[in-house]
């Protein structure tokens, strides 16, 4: 008995656990390890929606008239299929451009031609948000995070990702980008999770 107890504690050990991919995904250290537009919440900001997020922790991406706006982490994994997920708090006065048509074309959109690792080309249009996961210098993977502009609530949008194998090893890399427009979203987590 002794003996498959110990056996089981062994196995226990050498099984891989579903931890978080990303590092710093819940913004304890701030914006480190991510890169693009994210800041950290200052309570003494004049912006009254910055200055209010900053009571949640977290990260904040303010909206640009004219530009889209972006959050992003390079990774590693050998995970075939991936579970995302991003919470946030939309400010009360956040309001993309919905009349922003969809852009693609051989040149990226304002706000997105400086994103290491990956040359976006296309951006939604309608104020939708968009998730990229991608190989560097390779294939693709784009889905929709749903946010909900009229709850100023926390929200969480989450989903499951196929075809993430990175058998090469190549660096990976995952990107939100958030269309043009007003007001500020709060980040306070954002997650990639193995799921075999």
């Given at each position: 008995?002794?003996?498959?107890a110990l056996i089981l504690l062994v196995l226990a050990f050498y099984l891989p656990l579903q931890a978080d991919?990303?590092?710093?995904g819940d913004f304890a250290d701030g914006h480190a390890h991510w890169k693009g537009d994210a800041k950290d919440p200052d309570t003494a900001s004049d912006d009254l929606s910055l200055s209010n997020q900053a009571n949640h922790g977290g990260v904040t991406i303010v909206l640009k008239k004219d530009k889209?706006?972006?959050?992003?982490q390079n990774f590693n994994t050998h995970e075939k299929?991936?579970?995302?997920s991003i919470t946030f708090t939309l400010s009360s006065d956040y309001q993309p451009d919905r009349n922003q048509p969809?852009?693609?074309?051989?040149?990226?959109p304002p706000g997105l031609d400086d994103i290491d690792?990956?040359?976006?080309?296309?951006?939604?249009?309608?104020g939708t948000w968009?998730?990229?996961?991608?190989r560097a210098g390779w294939?693709?993977?784009?889905?929709?995070?749903q946010a909900d502009p009229r709850k100023t609530d926390s929200q969480t949008s989450s989903g499951i990702l196929q075809g993430a194998s990175n058998a090469d090893n190549t660096d990976m890399i995952l990107v939100f980008i958030f269309p043009p427009g007003k007001g500020s979203i709060n980040l306070t987590n954002i997650s990639l999770t193995g799921l075999n």
């Open positions: 008995m002794k003996a498959f991919i990303l590092v710093n889209w706006t972006k959050i992003y299929r991936l579970r995302y969809e852009m693609a074309g051989a040149s990226p690792g990956v040359s976006v080309y296309f951006a939604p249009g309608n968009l998730g990229i996961i991608a294939s693709m993977s784009y889905f929709y995070p």
